[in-house]
């Protein structure tokens, strides 16, 4: 896959398909809701860019980053928020990922 939209869509299906073992394993040690925050946030940047016409996959990144982050404040959205943006100031530029590998 050489589009980070492709990727954000894959990640989007696997948090749902895997939403309830997400939040059962959670609950062993937390608070039940990562199935929750790992399902609304990657759907929320996958909707945040899937009809985008841009190509460069860094501000591909940085608005699936913000999307998820507006969507899922918690500590672990942010976290992943954070790393999407931060692969958005990396990949600045590049149109096909497999370029820069």
Do not use: H
Not at 21 to 35: K, P, T, V
Not at 42 to 62: H, L, M
Not at 64 to 87: D, E, F, H, N, R
């Amino acid at each position: 896959m050489a589009d980070l939209k492709g990727l954000l869509r894959v990640w989007a299906e696997i948090m749902a398909a895997n939403k309830q073992r997400l939040i059962e394993l959670d609950g062993e040690a937390g608070d039940s809701d990562l199935g929750l925050t790992m399902t609304d946030g990657f759907q929320a940047a996958w909707e945040a860019v899937k009809d985008s016409p841009e190509a460069d996959q860094g501000k591909i990144a940085y608005l699936a980053g913000k999307a998820m982050g507006a969507k899922v404040p918690s500590t672990m959205g942010t976290l992943m928020a954070s790393g999407l943006m931060q692969a958005g100031k990396t990949l600045k530029g590049v149109e096909i990922i497999t370029d820069c590998l």
